[in-house]
């Protein structure tokens, strides 16, 4: 039973269009992150939710959307779609809090998404 | 900005022996640091995690050194197998609940 998955785990679309993924964690964490990993692979925070509340905007163009249904859902939704957005989009989730014992962050696989 | 520096792309280590990854930082503010490994079309998995009050965690083959005056850590896996090689990322963050900021990654191949 996977702990954090998100859907698709390959994207290819075309420049402008507007796409989502999505993001579910069963691990019962308060708090769930997008990270980008990029063509010089830095893994690059995006965004960062607790409890449904966005608490982290990392410059992100608003073409970048991040929905929170629920604690245990973060999707990403982007619009008007361009070839810079192509890299590898990762969910992870954690406990959040100021604990030593909150600070590990589970990943899902990872979506590569293509804009041609 | 990098915070977070993996300076090292690669690193290639015969089987046995003893793979030592490195990191540096330059937040002062960071107080835990953890090291992750990643396997391709995979996302990055735990590894081991160290605090800011400590300067040595064990765990197995895993061991993980901090200098915090140098604002160093490294990463010591003996004896390195082949079923090790793949990207490990560094990665680090401050009290409060805030994300992790990762490094570059040094890809790890063990020969057999």
């Known amino acids: 039973d996977t702990a954090v998955s998100q859907t698709p785990k390959y994207l290819v679309t075309q420049m402008g269009n507007d796409k989502s993924i999505k993001c579910e964690q069963n691990?019962?964490?308060?708090?769930m992150y997008w990270y980008k990993q990029d063509s010089k692979k830095f893994l690059k925070i995006m965004f960062s939710?607790?409890?449904?509340?966005?608490?982290i905007n990392e410059t992100v163009p608003n073409r970048f959307s991040p929905k929170s249904p629920d604690k245990a859902h973060l999707n990403l939704h982007i619009n008007s779609l361009e070839l810079g957005d192509s890299a590898v989009y990762f969910c992870?989730?954690?406990?959040?809090?100021?604990?030593?014992?909150?600070?590990?962050?589970?990943f899902g696989q990872g979506t590569r998404l293509t804009v041609v | 900005d990098q915070q977070v520096k993996q300076n090292s792309p690669s690193l290639s280590v015969q089987e046995g022996r003893i793979s030592i990854l490195n990191c540096d930082y330059t937040?002062?503010?960071?107080?835990?640091f953890l090291w992750y490994k990643k396997y391709p079309a995979e996302g990055p998995t735990f590894l081991i995690s160290?605090?800011?009050?400590?300067d040595k965690n064990e765990d197995g083959r895993f061991t993980v050194f901090l200098n915090k005056s140098a604002k160093h850590l490294s990463l010591h896996i003996v004896p390195s197998q082949p079923g090790d090689s793949a990207v490990y990322f560094c990665?680090?963050?401050?009290?409060?609940?805030?994300?992790?900021?990762f490094g570059k990654g040094t890809r790890l191949s063990v020969i057999a």
């Open positions: 992870a989730s954690s406990q959040g809090g100021a604990r030593w014992e909150d600070t590990e962050a589970f």
């Open positions: 691990l019962g964490h308060d708090t």
């Open positions: 939710y607790n409890n449904k509340e966005l608490i």
């Open positions: 937040n002062s503010m960071f107080d835990y």
């Open positions: 160290i605090s800011s009050i400590k």
């Open positions: 990665a680090a963050r401050h009290s409060g609940n805030t994300p992790l900021v």
